[in-house]
């Protein structure tokens, strides 16, 4: 998980699954408010989930981090990050 967190050269990062409802929303909220992400899937990544459960915590998807700053800030799913963008 840390090196999609070093990398990522956008304003948000997120982890996802193929067929996901809140993963969806969560991308257009973000293309709506004009802001870039970096999409990951669980799918096509062999343990990353697990890694990325065991980090935060947080067991649905998405799993949404904003990497705007020097740190990055775990925010949680699809809720959550229309919360914290609003």
Wanted: glycine share 6%.
């Amino acid at each position: 998980m840390q090196q999609w967190l070093d990398s990522c050269e956008t304003d948000f990062l997120f982890f996802t699954q193929t067929v996901c409802y809140y993963c969806t929303r969560a991308k257009n909220f973000l293309d709506a408010k004009g802001l870039t992400y970096t999409e990951v899937n669980f799918d096509h990544e062999g343990d990353l989930r697990w890694e990325v459960v065991d980090a935060t915590g947080h067991r649905t998807v998405p799993v949404c981090f904003d990497v705007r700053g020097e740190q990055p800030i775990f925010i949680g799913g699809s809720d959550h990050l229309m919360d914290y963008v609003a």
